[in-house]
């Protein structure tokens, strides 16, 4: 099974920009969609993002145009780059796998693989 390392998280202001890595050990990073959620507290965990092996990618609609997941499949890295931050965006951010599928998959229920979670505080 995937091993899956968060980093990069930190405090920001609004307006602001992060990006954050994790990094995947221990299975084929090539054979595993690779997506981002992240967990407000006293909120479910949301999708927010999510990089099959070939490129496609998705994103969650509060996000859109203003975040960007990438995948580095030679260093089994994936990134999220995070700008024009707000503080609704405040959370911990999880990086999670599962087996590659084409289809849109935003359920967290459905990747078994997770990371430990990252904070990403955004001030007003």
């Known amino acids: 099974q995937v091993q899956l390392v968060e980093s990069g998280g930190g405090l920001v202001q609004a307006g602001g920009s992060l990006r954050l890595s994790c990094a995947a050990s221990?299975?084929?990073?090539?054979?595993?969609?690779m997506g981002w959620f992240r967990q407000a507290p006293g909120k479910e965990r949301e999708f927010v993002a999510s990089s099959g092996s070939a490129g496609l990618t998705y994103y969650g609609d509060s996000v859109k145009g203003r975040f960007t997941i990438s995948r580095d499949n030679g260093k089994n890295t994936l990134y999220l780059q995070m700008n024009s931050l707000k503080p609704e965006d405040t959370a911990v951010y999880y990086c999670?796998?599962?087996?590659?599928?084409?289809?849109?998959?935003?359920?967290?229920?459905?990747?078994?693989?997770w990371g430990q979670g990252t904070q990403v505080t955004v001030s007003s």
């Open positions: 221990g299975g084929t990073f090539t054979s595993y969609l």
């Open positions: 999670a796998a599962r087996p590659n599928t084409i289809r849109l998959v935003t359920d967290p229920r459905e990747f078994g693989s």
